[in-house]
């Protein structure tokens, strides 16, 4: 998905989904689509944020089959988080108490690992998607990201996470505050759907988000997040 437009037939490819499915989701203007002469076409940059925002709906089985359809094409990393994520990119707790410093704070934890060539590219990345629409969800997280990939920018895809000591405002649909981060950082985009698509079954997983908010230092929630990555690619 990284040049700049899909036909119907690459959509259905890229998702994992029906194409007629997609078309119907198309004509009712359910899908950002534009008509080029009597066939529809799709700007990657705005199928990435329709995509975004519908993995948030998935189930567990809904997203395990996205990630799959991510990865068929170009070989991704068996072990997603515990690939990009390291004891040492998590920060417990992380100092901040307003949108800004704790994306400051994320930007310096990815930092730690040196595939960050540009952290003042990331950070502002970062802050201008955060403009657009928030990244919190409900339950107290929220998963920062720049809009569009950073090739020039990163040596390799990185996650890094946060814990404050008590939630911030950061726009969460519910009004509620936040207080667990995970940012993320891409040089494609398929790797990023895919990690997208790894944490929101994170959040889903019973019981997880407890025990990363009960952990008492970095080692066990790098523990518990590696755990459970584990276990999703032995189900």
């Known amino acids: 998905m990284d040049h700049d437009w899909l036909t119907l037939a690459d959509l259905a490819r890229e998702t994992g989904r029906d194409q007629r499915e997609l078309e119907r989701l ?123 990939p950073l090739p020039s920018s990163l040596e390799d895809a990185v996650i890094a996470f946060g814990r404050t000591n008590s939630p911030i405002p950061f726009g969460a649909p519910d009004n509620s505050g936040t207080d667990l981060f995970f940012l993320v950082a891409s040089r494609d985009t398929r790797t990023h759907l895919r990690i997208l698509a790894r944490l929101g079954r994170v959040i889903q997983k019973p019981g997880l988000l407890d025990d990363l908010r009960n952990a008492a230092d970095a080692r066990e929630v790098f523990g518990i997040l590696s755990a459970a990555d584990t276990a999703f690619e032995a189900g």
């Open 26 to 148: 198309t004509l009712r203007g359910r899908i950002p689509a534009h008509k080029r002469g009597t066939e529809w076409q799709y700007h990657t940059s705005e199928i990435r944020g329709w995509i975004e925002q519908e993995l948030r709906g998935f189930t567990d089985a809904e997203l395990a089959s996205f990630e799959q359809s991510q990865s068929e094409s170009v070989p991704l990393a068996d072990t997603l988080l515990s690939t990009y994520l390291s004891e040492e990119q998590v920060q417990v707790p992380l100092e901040g108490r307003t949108k800004r410093s704790v994306l400051e704070g994320l930007v310096e934890a990815a930092g730690k690992t040196w595939k960050v060539w540009e952290p003042a590219v990331l950070l502002q990345a970062v802050i201008e998607r955060e403009s657009l629409m928030s990244t919190a969800f409900e339950k107290g997280v929220a998963i920062p990201h720049p809009r569009q």
